[in-house]
């Protein structure tokens, strides 16, 4: 199984360009997640989805967008890139049925905002 | 006040020791508490989960929840080099919309031969 898959793994971006992180997984799970990381910050929800055709904000959801265009993809875009966008971002999946909480990681996609 | 708070550490064990690593949290209502662990350049993986107040062991690790002191920790007994790495604590909370995940910002812990 391939579980949670993100494209890409590692991104260059000028500031002010746009670029979409996508997620995939084959988990038949209902609910996914964006989160980013940074160094002494902890792992920061930006983005979820319940369920398909459903989404809401997070923690810090300010210069993104997603769209969860089926069951199994989450995507995240940044329209504009900022330097303070540079970051590790981690998409997840999990099942809301009792194990809700229990989160599969992608291996996360490398962002460099110059 | 973080919602899930965490020491960064490092928390240095020697190979064989208990390590013992602690979480708090904000928020009476939540309902689940996690464990990851997150090696240097990868992403979190889950060790443990605990619902309900006390104890649960699984293999050398062990979690204890107490809801009343907002307090959850995570006991690693025989700890191994292999074991180093950063362990975040989760605390799940229903948001109406969906399950909310908010993590602490990790304990460093370092196994020493």
């Known amino acids: 199984n391939a579980g949670v898959t993100q494209t890409p793994k590692f991104q260059v971006l000028k500031t002010g360009q746009s670029m979409t992180l996508q997620c995939a997984q084959d988990?038949?799970?209902?609910?996914m997640y964006w989160y980013r990381q940074d160094p002494g910050m902890g792992l920061r929800l930006i983005y979820y989805s319940a369920s398909e055709g459903t989404t809401d904000k997070g923690e810090v959801p300010n210069g993104y967008n997603v769209s969860r265009l089926n069951k199994r993809e989450f995507s995240l875009r940044l329209e504009s890139a900022a330097p303070s966008q540079t970051s590790v971002y981690f998409c997840?999946?999990?099942?809301?049925?009792?194990?809700?909480?229990?989160?599969?990681f992608g291996e996360g996609s490398r962002l460099t905002v110059l | 006040q973080k919602e899930v708070e965490q020491n960064s550490g490092p928390l240095s064990v020697p190979e064989g020791a208990i390590a013992s690593l602690n979480c708090t949290y904000s928020d009476r209502g939540s309902q689940s508490f996690f464990w990851y662990r997150q090696y240097s350049g990868k992403s979190p993986e889950l060790i443990m989960s605990i619902y309900s107040n006390g104890d649960k062991e699984d293999g050398r690790f062990t979690a204890q929840l107490n809801k009343a002191s907002q307090y959850v920790s995570l006991l690693i007994r025989d700890s191994q080099p292999s074991d180093s790495a950063t362990y975040l604590c989760?605390?799940?909370?229903?948001?109406?919309?969906?399950?909310?995940?908010?993590f602490g910002t990790g304990t460093q812990l370092k196994v020493e031969l």
């Open positions: 997840a999946s999990t099942t809301d049925r009792g194990r809700a909480g229990e989160l599969f």
């Open positions: 989760a605390v799940n909370n229903w948001a109406g919309g969906g399950n909310k995940l908010t």
């Open positions: 988990m038949n799970h209902n609910s």
